[in-house]
């Protein structure tokens, strides 16, 4: 049988912060060019598990790991990972949109310009072709050089997807991107999720079940530090094996 | 403790259950009726025949006004359906809640045709003249009791969510449909030997056509209850 193109897999992996452990032997595999959905109940370890894939715990204080964490095969925990390299590959959105306090232009150009681009025309290129990406450009193009903090929440948001896609990643991962926005906004941004899967490999945590049926291909369904179910999307919501799912998505849990 | 929403999916599968049930028995009746070539009993299941049937001495501002079975068949049909999609719309359900309501909808659609099928039969029995059956009715007694069992055990399981229940289903199936064409070939030389009973082989041809429907409504509705407990698709028929 053919292997399953994956961007990212765990093997084991386990992860405490201090002495507590957020992780329990997660065996994952995050296929290319899809979009996952990890759901499950608060602090059963989504945001711990995303935050894995490009090594934002490095800046947590006391986490540790074990396991072994592959990006397209390449085991990426160890010592020699470059992880500025690494987190421009994988990109990260957060649940409160969070541009800088400058122009939108500037904004989506910051990512390049800290990595060495400097041709003017190159910049502007890179802007638009990210804020395209990202499906704002419309809406934003005739004032580039406006305060992104004076878009919407929704547009920021927008932004802040435009400010990954510049430094040119192949995975995003998406920690609950739409609390924070009323239905239209969500539903622009879901939009976008499905069209950047042509391109991208796209991971969204989200408590918001609805949305992770609508937008996913696969889903994990995560219970306290573990994961509990992986399948494709349609049979997590139609027929999970797992009764812990089924509890949880059904509505019948605690 | 269940949620307001998990109590209200509960009651409608006692409604559907209950709809289901309704079902069966207009069936059960409406045989019965054309057993015993009831008039009366069929209109009550039927209409369509009352100034024919129904006999009183009551001036007619006194006389009960009887809606038959059929209607109220056809009216809580569209009502569960709507309650069914009210709960999609409001509540999105999943997984098993998904395939509760899915299985629902089945039951419903099913039942109707069940109780229209017992319709049908009160028609054949206007078509009779009151008085006697011929020849026993063929084998007919003993399809009724074959069909109508097997409406009952789906019920059964759909209301115990036992799977043991429909075991055997596809094997009782294939007795129906040995029965149907034994049947059909009675009723062909029975009419064949004698050209008077024609209206009445005419009819059991008829009413054996729609129990074997039923008996095929039984297993269909088997086939997603099984669905709905399991999540896996099976072949009954
Ligand atoms: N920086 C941190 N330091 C210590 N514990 C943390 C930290 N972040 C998360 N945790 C703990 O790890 C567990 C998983 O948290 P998290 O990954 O944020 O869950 P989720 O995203 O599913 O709500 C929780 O028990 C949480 O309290
Ligand atoms: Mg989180």
Redesign the interface.
């Known amino acids: 049988m053919k292997q399953q193109d994956n961007a990212l897999e765990t093997k084991a992996l386990n992860l405490y912060y201090g002495s507590a452990q957020a992780l329990i032997d997660v065996d994952i595999q995050i296929p290319k060019n899809q979009v996952t959905a990890l759901i499950g109940p608060s602090g059963c370890g989504k945001s711990t598990l995303l935050r894995c894939f490009n090594r934002m715990n490095d800046l947590i204080p006391d986490c540790t790991i074990s396991g072994s964490i592959l990006y397209h095969g390449e085991e990426i925990t160890g010592r020699s990972t470059d992880v500025v390299e690494l987190r421009k590959r994988i990109g990260m959105v957060f649940q409160q949109p969070n541009p800088f306090p400058k122009s939108i232009y500037e904004n989506v150009i910051y990512g390049p310009k800290v990595h060495g681009v400097r041709d003017r025309k190159q910049l502007d290129e890179i802007a638009e072709k990210s804020l395209k990406g990202a499906a704002i450009w419309e809406e934003v193009r005739e004032r580039l050089h406006d305060a992104a903090r004076g878009l919407s929440g929704g547009q920021q948001q927008r932004l802040c997807i435009a400010r990954t896609l510049s430094v040119g990643p192949d995975i995003i991962l998406m920690d609950e991107p739409c609390s924070a926005l009323d239905p239209i906004a969500t539903a622009k941004i879901e939009n976008l999720i499905t069209e950047l899967k042509d391109e991208y490999t796209v991971v969204i945590v989200t408590h918001n079940?609805?949305q992770a049926?609508r937008v996913s291909d696969y889903t994990g369904f995560m219970y306290m530090g573990r994961l509990i179910e992986f399948d494709s999307t349609p049979v997590i919501?139609?027929?999970?094996k797992e009764e812990l799912?089924?509890n949880y998505?059904?509505?019948?849990f605690g | 403790m269940k949620d307001h929403y998990h109590k209200e999916l509960e009651a409608y599968q006692v409604s559907v259950g209950g709809y289901s049930r309704f079902a069966i028995t207009m069936l059960r009746d409406a045989f019965d009726a054309f057993s015993s070539l009831d008039r009366e009993l069929a209109c009550e299941i039927a209409g369509g025949m009352e100034n024919f049937c129904i006999q009183t001495d009551e001036p007619a501002m006194h006389q009960e006004i009887r809606v038959p079975r059929k209607v109220f068949l056809s009216l809580r049909s569209d009502q569960l359906e709507e309650q069914g999609l009210k709960l999609i719309a409001l509540h999105q359900p999943v997984a098993y809640d998904l395939r509760t309501i899915s299985c629902c909808m089945n039951l419903i659609s099913s039942a109707e045709r069940i109780g229209r099928y017992g319709k049908d039969i009160c028609h054949c029995t206007y078509k009779l003249p009151e008085g006697i059956h011929i020849r026993g009715m063929a084998r007919l007694p003993e399809m009724a009791e074959g069909a109508l069992s097997m409406l009952e055990d789906s019920l059964h399981a759909f209301q115990t969510r036992d799977l043991s229940i429909l075991e055997g289903f596809s094997s009782r199936d294939d007795v129906i449909d040995e029965l149907r064409y034994l049947i059909y070939e009675d009723c062909i030389s029975i009419m064949e030997e004698d050209p008077r009973t024609i209206p009445y082989c005419a009819t059991y041809l008829l009413v054996d056509r729609y129990l074997e429907r039923c008996a095929d409504h039984a297993c269909k509705t088997a086939e997603k209850i099984h669905y709905m407990i399991t999540g896996e698709r099976v072949d009954i028929r």
């Open positions: 079940m609805q049926a919501f139609e027929k999970p799912t089924e998505i059904t509505g019948r």
